[in-house]
DNA sequence: ATAACACCTGAATACTTGTTCAGATATCAA
DNA sequence: TTGATATCTGAACAAGTATTCAGGTGTTAT
């Protein structure tokens, strides 16, 4: 393994590590339009109510206690992103996680919020 | 292991996983707020100008082509989340990546953006 | 066909957020 | 001390986003 980085004055994490190099401006964009949909505490919910099984609009506005209006609206936004996909069956529309993405992310989010604050 | 979720009907990712509960309105709302920190692009590309290594706000602000003003705005939010370090030399401000939570969140956003659309 | 149900959508409002501008603070050099 | 440099901050404006409301589509039952 290289130790120029590694070994010394590693003030700095990541250096030289799995990004090394200014986004374009695009990337960019990308980026921040797929996180901007996790900055959302309904969102986040409705995703986590989701963890429990696959459910129907109106299961989640209850469980979540929005309107099936709101929901919907955010469903939507969580759809375009590939979060969630659905399934109809009869008058009922069923959602469920579409990858397991999320829950590395909210593992890594969980770990970065509660580390101490050194 | 228990079956009852895992062996028959998984149409959906995780039911079972390391979340299943529905978040409180209070972590849904640091969760929201984490993320949402990195909802934006000029964040990204601040962020993965670092990645080369530590940097004074004016040499960000010239690689990201951004006002220092506007920079120094934004890397205030990335303090706050403690996403960034910084450290006083003479009269400059050095920043740098707290630590590899960002890779990771970057990798797995990476690899959800770049699934084809199935 | 009619009614009830489940969900979706568009438009309007209210809210949140980013950027800019002007000026403040703090450090260094002469 | 004065002036130059480097960064930070508050306030105001602009831009983007979430929620609500009213009404729309499609499905099932009678």
Redesign the pocket.
Known sequence: MSDSVSSQSKACAGAGGPVSAILSVEKAQRMA?FF??L?????WRILSALTLGEM??????EAVE????????????L?TMRLVS?Q????????CLKDNHIFNLYQEASEHLDEPDD
């Not at 929005?66 to 936004?77: D, I, K, N, P, Y």
């Open positions: 339009e901007g949909v900055g959302d505490p309904n969102r129907r609009v109106g299961e989640l506005a929005m309107t099936e209006s709101a929901v919907s609206h955010q469903l939507r936004v759809r659905y109809k069956r009869g008058r009922s529309v069923y959602y």
